[in-house]
């Protein structure tokens, strides 16, 4: 049985940080390069930190970069997602998702940054 597992979302200040985790189940997660998206009400969802198998290379969105940090333990199936510097107009759902053959999503995290 696959699953993703996010928690680590909530209300926080603006400039404050947050760290998401999401635990991997039922697939080799050593194989598949992990991701974190997230989806604003009314918006499309949108990829905010991407992460290869073996962690050597990163992705962000300029919207971000310099901000958020993706990480992945692998002997732990699990990938993290460090906010700092967080903006109000970071609030949104934040999904983990997973992709090599096929791709897995998480079920979300909420994560609300007050003014």
């Known amino acids: 049985q696959v699953w993703l597992a996010e928690s680590g979302g909530g209300l926080v200040q603006a400039g404050g940080s947050l760290r998401l985790s999401c635990v991997a189940s039922?697939?080799?997660?050593?194989?598949?390069?992990m991701s974190w998206y997230r989806q604003a009400p009314g918006k499309e969802r949108e990829l905010v930190a991407s992460i290869t198998t073996a962690g050597g290379t990163t992705n962000y969105p300029d919207s971000v970069k310099g901000r958020f940090t993706i990480s992945r333990d692998n002997a732990k199936n699990t990938v993290y997602l460090q906010m700092d510097s967080l903006k109000p107009e970071d609030t949104a759902v934040y999904y983990c998702?997973?992709?090599?053959?096929?791709?897995?999503w998480g079920q979300g995290t909420q994560v609300t940054v007050s003014s």
């Open positions: 039922g697939f080799t997660f050593s194989r598949y390069a």
């Open positions: 998702n997973a992709q090599f053959l096929i791709t897995y």
